[in-house]
C-alpha cells in the first residue's frame, strides 16, 4: 500500500528465537499501530506509537515489545517466538488516531515452527 | 475484546443484488468506520461516519449509524463479483485506538 510498507512479507522461524517485525512509512503521521490478525479473533492490537519514543500497551501485548526511534519506523520485536505467537501481523498509520481511517500495510505472515 | 460484532459473518448474494452488513458496539463512540479487506492483503478503509452523523453515502456505499441502539449497516447497492472480500467495522476508543469487529465475509456470484 502506497507510503507504508512491511517487511519481511513472510518468515519462518523457530520456537524460542527472536524475531523483528518492519513497519516504515513516508506519510509522516503520527500515530503507528501493530496488529495481529487470526482466524475468528479479527484484528487484535498489541502496541502503537503516538509518536517518537512515545509507545503503549494494546489488547495483546504480552510476549511483544516495540520500538519507535524515527518517525517512519515502527518496529515489532518478540522476544522469544511461540506457536501461539503464529498470525498475520499489520501494521497501520494515522495521522490523527481514530479520527480518521487508518492506512494499512499488506502484512507479514509469520509462522513459529 | 472487540467493541463491534458485525451480523452476519457470512453472506452470499447474486451480482447486482444489494448487501446489507450490520454492526453493533457496546461504548459510546466519536466515530464508527468500515473497512474492506480482499484475501491475503490489508484493510482498505471505506467511510467514516461520527457521532453525530446519522447516514453518510460515498459511491455504491451508504453507511447509517444509530447511536441509540449502538448499531451501524453498511449497504452495498448494485453489488459487483469485485466486491467480494471481508468487511470490517471499526469504532475509536481510549487514546486514538480502533477495534475491531471480526469481520463479514461476502461473496458475490457472478
Known amino acids: 500500500d502506497a507510503g507504508i510498507t512491511q517487511s519481511p512479507r513472510h518468515k519462518v522461524t523457530e520456537t524460542g528465537t527472536p524475531v523483528t517485525l518492519r513497519c516504515h512509512q513516508t506519510?509522516?503521521?503520527?500515530?503507528m499501530y501493530w496488529y495481529r490478525q487470526d482466524p475468528g479473533h479479527g484484528l487484535r492490537l498489541i502496541h502503537y506509537?503516538?509518536?517518537?519514543?512515545?509507545?503503549d500497551k494494546g489488547e495483546v501485548s504480552d510476549g511483544y515489545s516495540v520500538s519507535r526511534s524515527k518517525t517512519e519506523d515502527f518496529l515489532l520485536t518478540l522476544e522469544s517466538a511461540t506457536s501461539s505467537q503464529t498470525s498475520v501481523y499489520f501494521c497501520?498509520?494515522?495521522?490523527?488516531?481514530?479520527?480518521?481511517?487508518?492506512?494499512f500495510g499488506s502484512g507479514t505472515r509469520l509462522t513459529v515452527v | 475484546s472487540q467493541q463491534g460484532e458485525e451480523d452476519p459473518q457470512a453472506l452470499s448474494i447474486q451480482e447486482g443484488e444489494n448487501a446489507t452488513m450490520n454492526c453493533s458496539y457496546k461504548?459510546?463512540?466519536?466515530?464508527l468506520q468500515w473497512y474492506r479487506q480482499n484475501s491475503g492483503r490489508g484493510l482498505v478503509h471505506l467511510i467514516l461516519?461520527?457521532?453525530?452523523?446519522r447516514e453518510k453515502h460515498s459511491g455504491r456505499l451508504r453507511v447509517t449509524l444509530d447511536t441509540s441502539k449502538k448499531s451501524s449497516s453498511l449497504l452495498i447497492t448494485a453489488s459487483r463479483a469485485a466486491d467480494t472480500a471481508s468487511y470490517f467495522c471499526?469504532?475509536?476508543?481510549?487514546?486514538?485506538?480502533?477495534?475491531f469487529g471480526k469481520g463479514i465475509t461476502l461473496s458475490v456470484r457472478p
Open positions: 471499526a469504532t475509536d476508543g481510549a487514546n486514538s485506538k480502533l477495534t
Open positions: 506519510e509522516n503521521h503520527r500515530y
Open positions: 461504548t459510546s463512540i466519536n466515530n
Open positions: 497501520a498509520i494515522s495521522e490523527n488516531g481514530g479520527l480518521e481511517g487508518y492506512t
Open positions: 506509537s503516538y509518536g517518537v519514543k512515545d509507545t
Open positions: 461516519i461520527r457521532s453525530n452523523e
